[in-house]
């Protein structure tokens, strides 16, 4: 079953707002799998191709006060999902506090960066890193330092998108 | 477990294989073996079985079994055989070498050397083969690329197979063989260890290490492409030794798989082009263009055969063929992926586990380029003098060319040496309380699971 994040945008619509940023960058918070619902005072049809290029199928239903909520769901073929032990619950996770990109970097320098960011962040405290391989190494030594993580490919296999929760970390 | 770990072993693999290329660089160059004059002599197989089921077979297994896991992105399965494969297949190398030298002399413990020695060599390569094997069976459904390793695995078993059955015959284990149909297996066995195994091989772990080292985009359709060639190489090929076995006419089937063979590498230099276009790093390092030169030195070699069996001298080229795959191209690619290897595996094993929580130096000031830079010219300047010696027949030269590849190689091992124990390393980067790592056997700390 497929969890939604719920980004209504009514308000800001009719106060005259561009909602498209904000409905991105809900976007990029999302968990690997998770889906996306959209609450609006029109269908938002531009946005289908959009979601559709990203990934997403969509489905639209019209509210009885003339508003419309759609949902966007992670596209079946989409790649499964890795995730690591505790990592299940990740959508009720919090939105990500960092933003790392980390593609065009060799290794193992992705992985330094994303380890040097959590070492100043508190537990439970999320980040969210996109990469341009799978980071084999990370993954375990998260696992290792006590962080929970949930790692998903894009369909072509060129990013990866890695969500961490911070644990209480032992130091060793 | 998602994800890979260091593997334990590897290093070990790697240090049994460099040490028997300089041995056998140096037999080479001290003339014990002389390839121009006797290139299926007695001395001749010796040494270059220190190379094949020596250096060039213990290397890719040590690197698969870190490499599997990567591409799998899971564990390493029965793990515990790493060290006792590797044991198994050293010992049986050796013995096999002594068989061919034992046999050279007409020494009465020939036949048990090499019979010994080809039963160890299937049971170690056989152990090392069921842990890659078993592991890609455990990340189903595979990529291409995964694919094409698993395709080198079956390689490698007909390589065995068909090494076992020589050796046998060899050993005066077989019954008479009036057809001398067991000396007919001799180029399937050869085709099957420095193509179907090695090359395929190869040729899957450039197309994950190449991009990564020179920051390009993998390429998506021509792994797929490379593997439906390969396979169809490996059945024609099949198809061929079947006709072999039966007494029939094999030309047509060797001729097919030989084209199928050449067009794969085509894709895969296609592939390298559009990799190298791509990359984002402008800089190739020492190891980049020391992978370029073996590709560079693999298709010569296609070029030499190619051309010569258009011209019927096939016969002529094939120790030279054979001298460019073995050494610079498949021992290039080697050489140069140890160069980005060890440092990169080393720097994990050590900073590892505090990356992140304080400085670390990149992989980089483990081993600069510029030390490896002048060897891999040595190196290679030394396969190309090696390979004119074969086609002019000068055994001095060929001499002289080994004895130069040795010296790189004993170069290299002693660079290679002193990056696992970080001799280039700042103190302070240094970590408190903790070894450096050793030689050959990668300490993996608590905590985290072999």
């Given at each position: 079953m497929t969890l939604y994040k719920d980004v209504d945008v009514r308000t800001l619509l009719r106060k005259g707002g561009e909602p498209f940023r904000l409905i991105m960058a809900a976007l990029e918070t999302l968990a690997p799998g998770q889906g996306l619902r959209i609450l609006s005072?029109?269908?938002?049809?531009?946005?289908?191709?959009?979601?559709?290029?990203?990934?997403?199928?969509?489905?639209?239903?019209?509210?009885?006060?003339?508003?419309?909520?759609?949902?966007?769901?992670?596209?079946?073929?989409?790649?499964?999902?890795?995730?690591?032990?505790?990592?299940?619950?990740?959508?009720?996770?919090?939105?990500?506090?960092?933003?790392?990109?980390?593609?065009?970097?060799?290794?193992?320098?992705?992985?330094?960066?994303?380890?040097?960011?959590?070492?100043?962040?508190?537990?439970?405290?999320?980040?969210?890193?996109?990469?341009?391989?799978?980071?084999?190494?990370?993954?375990?030594?998260?696992?290792?330092?006590?962080?929970?993580?949930?790692?998903?490919?894009?369909?072509?296999?060129?990013?990866?998108?890695?969500?961490?929760?911070?644990?209480?970390?032992?130091?060793? | 477990m998602h994800g890979a770990t260091l593997s334990r072993w590897t290093m070990s693999w790697f240090g049994a294989a460099i040490v028997l290329l300089v041995a056998a660089e140096a037999l080479f160059a001290l003339g014990f073996a002389d390839p121009v004059a006797a290139p299926r002599g007695a001395e001749t197989l010796a040494v270059v079985h220190l190379v094949t089921a020596g250096w060039l077979g213990l290397l890719t297994i040590g690197a698969a079994l870190q490499f599997v896991p990567v591409l799998a992105a899971g564990r390493l399965r029965a793990a515990a055989a790493s060290l006792p494969s590797l044991i198994l297949a050293l010992l049986g190398d050796l013995a096999l070498v002594g068989g061919f030298v034992a046999l050279g002399r007409g020494a009465a413990a020939a036949?048990?050397?090499?019979?010994?020695?080809?039963?160890?060599?299937?049971?170690?390569?056989?152990?090392?083969?069921?842990?890659?094997?078993?592991?890609?069976?455990?990340?189903r459904p595979l990529a291409a690329v995964p694919r094409l390793v698993g395709l080198g695995l079956v390689g490698l078993a007909a390589t065995l197979v068909l090494g076992a059955g020589l050796a046998s015959g060899l050993a005066g284990l077989l019954p008479p063989d009036p057809a001398g149909r067991v000396a007919d297996l001799l180029p399937f066995h050869i085709v099957f260890g420095l193509g179907g195994w090695l090359t395929a091989t190869a040729l899957a772990v450039?197309?994950?290490?190449?991009?990564?080292?020179?920051?390009?985009?993998?390429?998506?359709?021509?792994?797929?492409?490379?593997?439906?060639?390969?396979?169809?190489?490996?059945?024609?090929?099949?198809?061929?030794?079947?006709?072999?076995?039966?007494?029939?006419?094999?030309?047509?089937?060797?001729?097919?798989?030989?084209?199928?063979?050449?067009?794969?590498?085509?894709?895969?230099?296609?592939?390298?082009?559009?990799?190298?276009?791509?990359?984002?790093?402008?800089?190739?390092?020492?190891?980049?263009?020391?992978?370029?030169?073996?590709?560079?030195?693999?298709?010569?070699?296609?070029?030499?055969?190619?051309?010569?069996?258009?011209?019927?001298?096939?016969?002529?080229?094939?120790?030279?063929?054979?001298?460019?795959?073995?050494?610079g191209w498949l021992s290039g690619l080697g050489l140069a992926q140890l160069g980005k290897i060890v440092p990169f595996l080393t720097w994990l094993e050590y900073f590892g586990p505090v990356m992140g929580r304080r400085p670390t130096p990149r992989t980089q000031d483990l081993l600069p380029s510029r030390r490896l830079e002048p060897w891999y010219v040595v190196f290679h300047a030394g396969v190309w003098i090696g390979a004119a010696a074969l086609l002019a027949e000068a055994p001095a030269l060929y001499r002289f060319g080994a004895l130069m590849q040795g010296v790189a190689v004993a170069a290299l091992l002693v660079v290679f040496a002193r990056t696992r124990r970080l001799a280039g390393v700042a103190a302070e980067h240094l970590r408190e309380g903790v070894d450096r790592p050793r030689l050959f056997v990668a300490t993996i700390e608590p905590g985290s699971k072999p």
């Amino acid at each position: 079953m497929t969890l939604y994040k719920d980004v209504d945008v009514r308000t800001l619509l009719r106060k005259g707002g561009e909602p498209f940023r904000l409905i991105m960058a809900a976007l990029e918070t999302l968990a690997p799998g998770q889906g996306l619902r959209i609450l609006s005072t029109f269908e938002p049809k531009p946005l289908y191709r959009v979601m559709s290029e990203r990934g997403f199928d969509h489905a639209a239903r019209p509210l009885t006060d003339g508003d419309w909520e759609v949902t966007f769901t992670p596209s079946a073929s989409v790649p499964p999902v890795a995730v690591s032990r505790g990592g299940e619950d990740a959508t009720d996770w919090a939105d990500p506090i960092f933003h790392l990109d980390l593609s065009a970097l060799e290794a193992p320098e992705p992985m330094v960066r994303i380890l040097r960011q959590i070492d100043l962040m508190e537990p439970d405290e999320v980040l969210f890193a996109v990469l341009d391989r799978e980071p084999v190494f990370l993954l375990p030594e998260l696992e290792r330092r006590g962080h929970r993580w949930v790692c998903a490919a894009d369909e072509a296999r060129t990013t990866w998108r890695l969500l961490v929760r911070v644990g209480e970390e032992t130091v060793s | 477990m998602h994800g890979a770990t260091l593997s334990r072993w590897t290093m070990s693999w790697f240090g049994a294989a460099i040490v028997l290329l300089v041995a056998a660089e140096a037999l080479f160059a001290l003339g014990f073996a002389d390839p121009v004059a006797a290139p299926r002599g007695a001395e001749t197989l010796a040494v270059v079985h220190l190379v094949t089921a020596g250096w060039l077979g213990l290397l890719t297994i040590g690197a698969a079994l870190q490499f599997v896991p990567v591409l799998a992105a899971g564990r390493l399965r029965a793990a515990a055989a790493s060290l006792p494969s590797l044991i198994l297949a050293l010992l049986g190398d050796l013995a096999l070498v002594g068989g061919f030298v034992a046999l050279g002399r007409g020494a009465a413990a020939a036949p048990h050397l090499l019979a010994g020695g080809a039963a160890l060599l299937v049971a170690g390569y056989g152990g090392g083969g069921m842990m890659l094997g078993l592991t890609l069976r455990a990340a189903r459904p595979l990529a291409a690329v995964p694919r094409l390793v698993g395709l080198g695995l079956v390689g490698l078993a007909a390589t065995l197979v068909l090494g076992a059955g020589l050796a046998s015959g060899l050993a005066g284990l077989l019954p008479p063989d009036p057809a001398g149909r067991v000396a007919d297996l001799l180029p399937f066995h050869i085709v099957f260890g420095l193509g179907g195994w090695l090359t395929a091989t190869a040729l899957a772990v450039s197309y994950r290490l190449l991009p990564m080292f020179l920051l390009a985009a993998e390429p998506s359709v021509g792994p797929k492409r490379l593997l439906r060639l390969a396979i169809s190489a490996f059945v024609l090929l099949g198809l061929a030794l079947a006709a072999v076995a039966v007494g029939v006419d094999a030309r047509l089937a060797a001729g097919a798989s030989a084209i199928a063979a050449v067009a794969a590498i085509a894709v895969h230099g296609r592939d390298l082009a559009a990799i190298v276009r791509g990359r984002r790093r402008r800089d190739i390092e020492a190891s980049g263009r020391a992978s370029l030169l073996a590709v560079l030195t693999l298709w010569a070699a296609v070029a030499l055969g190619l051309g010569a069996a258009l011209l019927g001298e096939t016969a002529r080229v094939v120790p030279t063929v054979v001298h460019l795959a073995g050494f610079g191209w498949l021992s290039g690619l080697g050489l140069a992926q140890l160069g980005k290897i060890v440092p990169f595996l080393t720097w994990l094993e050590y900073f590892g586990p505090v990356m992140g929580r304080r400085p670390t130096p990149r992989t980089q000031d483990l081993l600069p380029s510029r030390r490896l830079e002048p060897w891999y010219v040595v190196f290679h300047a030394g396969v190309w003098i090696g390979a004119a010696a074969l086609l002019a027949e000068a055994p001095a030269l060929y001499r002289f060319g080994a004895l130069m590849q040795g010296v790189a190689v004993a170069a290299l091992l002693v660079v290679f040496a002193r990056t696992r124990r970080l001799a280039g390393v700042a103190a302070e980067h240094l970590r408190e309380g903790v070894d450096r790592p050793r030689l050959f056997v990668a300490t993996i700390e608590p905590g985290s699971k072999p």
